[in-house]
């Protein structure tokens, strides 16, 4: 267990050379609609794994989403009553020698000093620092390099930027010989394009 804390979850799989993972978070449903757009299942068809950073309020589309790659979900303030082997408060992953955190809430780059956000960051992974941090709950995709984290924020793909009901964002880390590439895409009604204000970022 991570950090001698009962809630939060630290897993290690072996793994292919090259490793896609997709993210997403703040789902909000069924609330703001009764099933996932379909273009996001289709851009995770061939995903390896997907790391969904909180805010189901319900399990089905983590079921769904678990149809095509494995799901690990960290808890969001709209999930505290959901009891599930795959939600955990924090994940620590160990995925092609990359470590990989997802937390629900946390510090915006935008608004926190470096030195904020990597004592929350010591604060919530105590024994390990994750190279990569994902997380969610502000609705606001976002790639940051606060030191030596990179930090992701997916966005939302039904609710994003906290707006009206709307095709949101999605994101990616493409891992590769220890190298990892983050990208933010934008659900679109004939699939996804790489986002046209947040750029990848490769660490």
């Not at 909180?54 to 983590?62: F, S």
């Amino acid at each position: 267990m991570l950090n001698n804390m009962p809630d939060a979850g630290l897993a290690a799989a072996s793994t292919p050379a090259a490793m896609r993972i997709g993210l997403i978070a703040d789902t909000h449903m069924p609330g703001s609609l009764a099933a996932l757009w379909p273009q996001a299942y289709a851009a995770f068809r061939d995903v390896d794994m997907i790391l969904h950073a909180g805010d189901l309020h319900t399990l089905e589309v983590v079921d769904e989403l678990g149809k095509l790659a494995p799901v690990y979900v960290a808890r969001g303030n709209g999930d505290m009553d959901i009891v599930d082997a795959r939600l955990q408060d924090n994940w620590l992953l160990e995925v092609g020698g990359v470590h990989i955190g997802m937390i629900h809430h946390f510090p915006s780059p935008v608004r926190k000093s470096s030195d904020h956000i990597q004592r929350y960051v010591d604060k919530h992974f105590r024994d390990i620092r994750p190279q990569v941090l994902i997380y969610g709950h502000t609705h606001l995709e976002g790639l940051h390099l606060v030191g030596d984290i990179l930090c992701v924020n997916p966005g939302s793909p039904t609710l994003p930027r906290n707006q009206s009901l709307r095709l949101g964002t999605i994101g990616f880390l493409d891992i590769a010989a220890g190298q990892v590439t983050a990208s933010v895409h934008q659900l679109t009604d004939h699939g996804i394009e790489v986002h046209e204000s947040v750029l990848p970022l490769t660490m």
